[in-house]
Antibody
Framework: QVQLVESGGGVVQPGRSLRLACAASGFTFSRRGMHWVRQAPGKGLEWLAVISYDGSDKYYGDSVKGRLTISRDNSKNTLYLQMNSLGAEDTGVYYCAKDRTTPEIDYWGQGTLVTVSS | QSALTQPASVSGSPGQSITISCTGTNSDVGGYNFVSWYQQHPGKAPKLMIYEVSNRPSGVPDRFSASKSGNTASLTISGLQAEDEADYYC??????????FGGGTKLTVL
């Protein structure tokens, strides 16, 4: 079965950087687009970024463009999110998610919590 | 990109039907048939309930149905059950090759 396991969350000071990872299994990782989605405490889902199956195309949400970088290593079945210049507004649960055969998310990880605080 | 518009909350009694709307633009909901719906229980990851506007994944009860007209998509839950109480989010592919979510709707089963 599909499994997406995020890691790398924690408490980080404002202005610092953090890299999240998502280990994928149960499907052919190298054939699917992958996403990062964020949920601030008590708030809704915010789409952050998508990367194509081979990593050649990347698209970002307007609110995070320039500060976040999505990448993948198909040899390791792992998705990454590099986050720079973190602020309080970046606090939340970060989910990785996979695309169906269509550009729609079908499976989500359990999420990793990032708290930006001094 | 602006979030899709959903009502903040809806409610219904067990056995009743409710509908949640999701309004976007010609650049997202109205322009593509890649509209999906997700259910999220507190503290849990979202779960796909509907894809490609009106299709249910295996395992999703047929009490869940959905449709689209113009720039507005709708999710209908019939025969409400207590376990349907959750937050529901719509999502759409966009003309910028990005994705956008609705603000979410809290469903309360009275």
């Amino acid at each position: 079965q599909v499994q997406l396991v995020e890691s790398g969350g924690g408490v980080v000071q404002p202005g610092r950087s953090l890299r999240l990872a998502c280990a994928a299994s149960g499907f052919t990782f190298s054939r699917r687009g992958m996403h990062w989605v964020r949920q601030a405490p008590g708030k809704g889902l915010e789409w952050l970024a998508v990367i194509s199956y081979d990593g050649s195309d990347k698209y970002y949400g307007d609110s995070v463009k320039g500060r976040l970088t999505i990448s993948r290593d198909n040899s390791k079945n792992t998705l990454y999110l590099q986050m720079n210049s973190l602020g309080a507004e970046d606090t939340g649960v970060y989910y990785c998610a996979k695309d169906r055969t269509t550009p729609e998310i079908d499976y989500w990880g359990q999420g990793t919590l990032v708290t930006v605080s001094s | 990109q602006s979030a899709l518009t959903q009502p903040a909350s809806v409610s219904g009694s067990p056995g009743q039907s409710i509908t949640i709307s999701c309004t976007g633009t010609n650049s997202d909901v109205g322009g593509y048939n890649f509209v999906s719906w997700y259910q999220q229980h507190p503290g849990k990851a979202p779960k796909l309930m509907i894809y490609e506007v009106s299709n249910r994944p295996s395992g999703v009860p047929d009490r869940f149905s959905a449709s689209k007209s113009g720039n507005t998509a709708s999710l209908t839950i019939s025969g409400l059950q207590a376990e349907d109480e959750a937050d529901y989010y719509c999502s759409s592919y966009t003309s910028a090759t990005t994705r956008v979510f609705g603000g979410g709707t809290k469903l309360t089963v009275l």
